[in-house]
Nanobody
């Protein structure tokens, strides 16, 4: 069993910063690629950023230059540092963590999400 938990969301004024955490736990060998997504009410889930196990990052145009994804492999944790937040960044933020298990295909697991609300 694998659990993925996001945290760090909250209420922040426009221009402010937040750091989200995504922790993967359970029975797996190593943490692979992890991505962050968000979903605002009435919208589809939007891709934000990916960090793979080799340290390669990718960002959506909407957050490039403002958001930074990083990881602590020892803690099986991936972070999303969000700076210069805008009201349109308000959404539930999710991470999708891929785990490597012996003898099984790499599998992605979603967390339950963490709410980020940016006020003007």
């Amino acid at each position: 069993q694998v659990n993925v938990v996001e945290s760090g969301g909250g209420l922040v004024q426009a221009g402010g910063s937040l750091r989200l955490s995504c922790v993967a736990s359970g029975n797996f060998w190593s943490l692979g690629s992890v991505s962050w997504h968000r979903q605002a009410p009435g919208n589809q889930r939007e891709y934000l950023a990916t960090l793979n196990s080799q340290g390669v990052t990718n960002y959506a145009d909407s957050v490039r230059g403002r958001f930074t994804i990083s990881r602590d492999n020892a803690k099986n944790t991936v972070y999303l540092q969000m700076n210069s937040l805008k009201t349109e960044d308000t959404a539930v933020y999710y991470c999708n963590a891929h785990v490597v298990r012996v003898g099984r295909p790499v599998t992605g697991y979603w967390g339950q999400g963490t709410q980020v609300t940016v006020t003007s």
